[in-house]
């Protein structure tokens, strides 16, 4: 009896309007952003449909909650599809998903591209999501009433909490879909905005100067590459045939990082951040402004999502080239660092005498596969579900080489170009990765190959003609220990640069 005071017939025909939306929302927007998901067995496929279930329920609550006034209704429910429907269009068409730095290449910085986006059957589409939400809005005036929206509120609100607050492990897959991506991508735009707007000053009373006349400086900074996976260093697989077969290359097995998240290493690299002042990492300039002052170009080549923790760095440099807009956790087409290399040619044939390039790769990040084109895939069988535990060591193992050839392929191109120049390449991944030893995997947990990345220093023939001492010196020192806080010296000192800021005794080229 209780109940039937409580809910009436037009409570039940709102619950039924907003299951009705719900549902269209889960195939019709939902939908596109697992389409193309890999998964291998019942198992991933039972895991992927649950993870649809939960974001569908998310956004059963926020339609629930919009449902409750038809005004508010009729104002955001046709914006709402509007922009779930673009979003689909270009999940469908060019497989990219929303992410902060296509906001800001479509809306704000480069306008004429995103006019070239609108095709006739995007506008069609549109028309078409226009007119079925104008339908949905006409149900909603004629059919529901809600008389104590008081009542349905809490229950609203009640999905909403679980998946967005208080379930953590719903946070991420929801805030990452339709239509919740919608606002967290512009908060997280926002606030990017922010950051490369700060005023940093680290280096504002020094002078650097460059000592060479014309001179070519790449960082590569890789991804996830541990050093014992290299041949180079005395990998049992031949994993980096290339690199070991150039005399000019000199690697480092023995560095140590302390942080193991891309978030926090690639900071800490880039400052003078180190063991004793590691908040440098995140109030301080790059060596990146030293070398603008010493009067080089610079340009930072991504391959990699921004991330606010070093988006500042980025947006330090002269040029930002972004080789892959659009790609995320969430897409799962091929994502290769080979598309960075007409950028990187094209950095190189500006003919500036000083030239600095950073090359922010996807290397060695899992999910492996698509990060290595499939005439790479030499060592197999390769996993073949996203889901880590449902593969096995072996499979692991395998296609994380296979990205470790890929890396000796792509950095081998990359010295093919310095070859006739002065030029130095320094190559350092941001961490290491965890393959099942102990049943740790990738770089979640904290485990000792995480904290030895990959790193090696290529010289040209001209540098090393001009620079004999100090190649000695390199040589000499491939088997010390060096904690990741020695880039920022070796960068300037392989830049021949003279500024206060470099401590030569953190240098990989310092006796
Ligand atoms: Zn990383």
């Known amino acids: ?19 009705v939306l719900a549902m269209l929302y889960g195939f019709i927007f939902i939908f596109s952003e697992f389409y193309g998901s890999p998964f291998f067995g019942i198992k991933d496929f039972l895991v ?10 998310a956004a059963a ?6 449902s409750l006034n038809k005004y508010l209704f009729a104002a955001t429910f046709p914006l709402l599809t509007l922009v779930c429907t673009a979003l ?12 902060p730095m296509i906001i800001d290449l479509t809306f704000v910085t480069d306008l004429r591209t995103s006019l070239e986006m609108f095709s006739w059957q995007l506008v069609v589409w549109l028309l078409l999501a226009l007119v079925g939400s104008a339908g949905c809005v006409y149900v909603r005036f004629r059919y529901v009433r809600v008389h104590r929206w008081y009542v349905h509120l809490p229950l609203a609100l009640l999905p909403i909490m679980l998946t967005n607050a208080w379930i953590p492990s719903f946070v991420a897959p929801v805030s990452a879909r339709m239509p919740y991506s919608v606002y967290y991508n512009f908060s997280r735009y926002i606030s990017e905005k922010r950051i490369v707007e700060e005023q940093r000053n680290t280096f504002d009373d020094d002078t650097p100067v460059c000592r060479a006349d014309s001179l070519t400086v790449v960082y590569v900074l890789g991804e996830s590459l541990r050093a014992d996976h290299l041949s180079l260093n005395g990998y049992g697989r031949n994993t980096t045939p290339l690199l070991a077969g150039d005399t000019a290359v000199v690697s480092f097995g023995n560095i140590y990082t302390e942080p193991y998240y891309t978030h926090l290493c690639v900071p800490h690299i880039l400052t003078r951040a180190d063991s004793l002042s590691p908040e440098r990492a995140f109030d301080e300039q790059s060596f990146i402004t030293l070398l603008k002052k010493a009067g080089f170009h610079t340009a930072w080549i991504a391959n990699q999502e921004q991330e606010s923790s070093y988006l500042y760095f980025m947006n330090e440099c002269d040029t930002l080239i972004y080789a892959n807009v659009g790609e995320s956790l969430y897409s799962f087409g091929k994502w290769l660092d080979g598309d960075m290399l007409p950028h990187y040619r094209a950095m190189l044939r500006r003919g500036d005498a000083k ?29 073949k579900s996203r889901v880590v535990s449902a593969c096995t060591q072996e499979e692991m193992i395998n296609s994380y080489d296979n990205t470790v050839l890929y890396t000796d392929y792509i950095i081998d191109k990359l010295i093919a170009e310095l070859r006739e120049r002065n030029a130095v390449l320094v190559y350092l991944s941001d961490h290491g990765e965890a393959l099942g030893e102990e049943g740790h995997y990738l770089h979640a947990g904290d485990y000792p190959p995480l904290h030895n990345p990959a790193c090696f220093v290529y010289c040209s023939p001209r540098y090393t003609a001009l620079h004999a001492d100090k190649i ?35 240098s990989l080229f310092f006796r």
């Open 1 to 19: 009896m209780q109940m039937k005071k409580l809910f009436d017939r037009n409570d039940v025909k709102l619950w039924l309007f907003v299951a």
């Open 48 to 57: 992927l449909v649950m993870q649809w279930c939960v974001v569908v329920f």
């Open 61 to 66: 609550g926020l339609l629930y909650a919009l």
């Open 88 to 99: 689909t269009y270009f999940k469908y068409t060019l497989g990219v998903t929303l992410t």
């Open 355 to 383: 030239n600095f390039i950073l090359l922010h790769t996807i290397g060695s990040h899992w999910w492996y596969n698509t990060h290595y084109p499939d005439s790479f895939e030499t060592f197999v069988p390769v996993v």
């Open 472 to 506: 000695n010196t390199l040589k000499e020192n491939r088997t010390k220990r060096f904690r990741t806080d020695f880039l920022f010296h070796t960068i300037l000192d392989a830049a021949d640069i003279e500024s206060k800021y470099l401590d030569r005794s953190f």
